[in-house]
């Protein structure tokens, strides 16, 4: 029986389970019965899959030549397989939920900070105090004598 050519489908995938995030990138090359004709073209077969207590272990679908790392929540997966019929080629990692959160609030809270350190340097300057140590500054205005910073007031000499 001839299945005809290989057709090739790229896939990026997003999946969660267990307090986890799988992200899987890759392709695979195929004929029926894994794809199937319809009037819009080829289409996926789809099928109901139970990931089980952990995030989409790979254990359960490990072939000879996949590589396979998971420690900690953090997982990642390649796979490389090649007959006949069929060839996919795919990478995934998963990362537990708290890494992302964590991740995410990042910035926010590096931005919460920027703003207020600019927040008490201007107030500190306004009350005559260093921006940088808060030394008071009324018998040295050019410069700091605690951390040696120039002051936002000082200007430079000018060359005669």
């Known amino acids: ?15 969660s389970a267990g307090g986890g995030l799988r992200i899987l990138a890759g392709w695979f090359d195929s004929t029926p019965p894994f794809l199937t004709p319809s009037e819009e073209g080829l289409k996926l077969q789809h099928s109901a899959y139970d990931p089980g207590n952990s995030p989409y272990p790979n254990e359960r679908f490990l072939r000879p030549g996949d590589v396979s790392h998971a420690a900690g929540g953090f997982e990642l997966f390649a796979r490389d397989y ?3 019929t069929y060839r996919e080629r ?7 939920l708290w890494t992302i ?3 995410a609030l ?21 009350h005559g105090l260093c921006s940088a140590c808060g030394y008071d500054l009324r018998g040295s205005p050019d410069r700091c004598p605690e951390c040696g910073r120039p002051t936002m007031t000082a200007r430079p000499q000018q060359e005669i």
Do not use: C, D
Not at 1 to 15: E, I
Not at 108 to 126: D, E, F, G, I, Y
């Open 101 to 103: 959160i964590v991740t």
């Open 1 to 15: 029986m001839n299945a005809g050519p290989l057709v090739r489908t790229h896939l990026l995938q997003f999946w």
């Open 90 to 96: 795919f990478w995934s990692m998963t990362l537990p």
């Open 106 to 126: 990042g910035l926010p809270l590096r931005t919460t900070m920027q703003v207020w350190r600019s927040h008490w340097a201007s107030h500190r300057l306004k």
């Open 82 to 84: 090649n007959v006949t």
